[in-house]
């Protein structure tokens, strides 16, 4: 059986961008896609970026038990089908699963054997300044962004490996080093 690698890490501090990288260099390991219940942005593609379906689905699942992990946010469900996270590691494909802390906290008590890898900017200045540097929210919105990252980096201590996103490059080639203690990256 392969192996579930779960990555989270603050709003802004580059985690799509290192599993876009390594997803990249090692094609052999797939990208897990959540469930949600939120309306599609511009450019998303359902099943690419998210499963979007109907809050009436997603409760039906809830009640199923059909979630390895699941919260609600902004009105909204988040969530991992059990299904697509059993299906892949059966399937013989390492997973990758991008999704916050809680999230992790509840698969971790589920799936034991699955490694938590948080991303940590190298401080909080420069957390604030990349959040800054996006010009896609307003002040208010980043300082709840902050808020939510002094959150997480409590939650961050368990997890089973933290990586400090200095750079992409050695972020990327920190990941890559965990990863291979589980997994062959080729």
Partial sequence: MKRLFVISGSSGVGKGTIIKEFLAKHPKFKLSI??????????????????FITREEFQKGIKNNDFIEWAEFSGNYYGTR???????????????????????????????????IFIAPPS???????LEGRHTEDAEVIEKRLSQAEREEQASQKYDYIIVNDTIKNALNNLEKIVSKYATLD
Avoid at 87 to 109: H, P, V, W, Y
Avoid at 124 to 130: A, G, T, V
């Fill in 82 to 116: 059990k299904s697509n996270i059993e299906q892949t590691l059966m399937d013989g494909s390492n997973l990758i699963l991008e999704i916050e802390t809680r999230g992790a906290m509840q698969i971790k008590e589920q799936l034991p054997e699955a490694v938590l």
């Fill in 34 to 51: 959540s469930c949600t219940t939120r309306s599609k942005r511009t450019g998303e593609i359902d099943g690419e970026h998210y499963h």
């Fill in 124 to 130: 909080f200045e420069e957390l604030k300044k990349r």
